[in-house]
């Protein structure tokens, strides 16, 4: 009777012990994929090219000049700052002249639309762009979804801190770190920009420009990669000329 006992109750503890496992097992399963979906929430694109399979023009982004601000070495991301100041130095314009050459080389004689950020160092860039190429006035856009990239209490102080910036924004596509614009909120405004003008113009070239962290952070839209990993791609020097494709798959690259 006492073996039975000891028998029944070794059983108890073998099947106590089992539903214990399956609980945890179940637990860990449900704990994974919550923190792999807030993982995946926290890089994803929120673009306007969800659902976008193809453009209709073809654009290019052009990076404005040297500037007031880069010979200083500081940030400069505030309108009423940047929109009447720190516009571009002697070298600057010369690269902005650069880059109408190389963009006519890229053209030819396709129709184009300058469109840019009201900054004066991007507005400076695109007319000289404009005077070079003879671009009509009526294809001279001003947009100011082009603008820097807000970078909150970093402004004005030096542009070191941009990597401060950048660490943050590795690990959450949404962070406001002191202030600063979040990656998502850029990705957003810049591709329905893009959207509208692509609704806008037919089999037109469309050259954005605009500033270093906007342009990058534009490209993975463009390539459908997680907006975290901008700095991955390559840097875009003062007037670097690139064409921007709209990649095929809509699925995040790893």
């Given at each position: 009777s006492i073996s039975r006992m000891i028998m029944k109750s070794n059983s108890l503890a073998v099947v106590v012990a089992a539903v214990a496992a399956v609980v945890a097992w179940r637990w860990w399963r449900s704990a994974s994929?919550?923190?792999?979906?807030?993982?995946?929430?926290?890089?994803?694109?929120?673009?306007?090219?969800?659902g976008v399979s193809a453009l209709r023009n073809q654009f290019y982004a052009i990076r404005h000049g040297e500037s007031e601000a880069n010979k200083a070495g500081i940030i400069s991301s505030d309108p009423a700052i940047a929109v009447p100041g720190h516009g571009l130095t002697a070298l600057g314009r010369?690269?902005?002249?650069?880059?109408?050459?190389?963009?006519?080389?890229e053209i030819g004689t396709r129709q184009l639309v300058i469109v840019t950020s009201d900054f004066a160092r991007a507005f400076e860039t695109a007319d000289?762009?404009?005077?070079?190429?003879?671009?009509?006035?009526?294809?001279?856009?001003?947009k100011t979804a082009l603008r820097e990239r807000n970078f909150g209490k970093w402004e004005g102080t030096t542009n070191a801190n941009y990597e401060r910036v950048w660490a943050d924004d590795k690990v959450n596509a949404d962070?406001?770190?002191?202030?600063?614009?979040?990656?998502?909120?850029?990705?957003?405004?810049?591709?329905?920009?893009?959207?509208?003008?692509?609704?806008?113009?037919?089999?037109?070239?469309?050259?954005?420009?605009a500033h270093g962290d906007v342009l990058q952070i534009l490209n993975t839209a463009f390539e459908r990669i997680d907006?975290?990993?901008?700095?991955?791609?390559?840097?875009?020097?003062?007037?670097a000329v690139v064409p921007y494709r709209l990649k095929q798959t809509e699925s995040l690259a790893e």
């Open positions: 994929s919550a923190s792999d979906s807030s993982e995946r929430d926290r890089g994803r694109i929120r673009s306007a090219f969800d010369e690269q902005a002249a650069g880059a109408a050459a190389k963009l006519a080389e000289v762009v404009r005077q070079k190429l003879r671009v009509p006035d009526k294809n001279f856009v001003v962070h406001q770190v002191k202030g600063v614009e979040s990656v998502n909120a850029v990705v957003d405004r810049t591709t329905r920009l893009v959207v509208e003008l692509d609704k806008q113009y037919s089999n037109t070239v469309i050259v954005l420009v907006p975290r990993r901008h700095r991955s791609l390559p840097h875009m020097g003062n007037c």
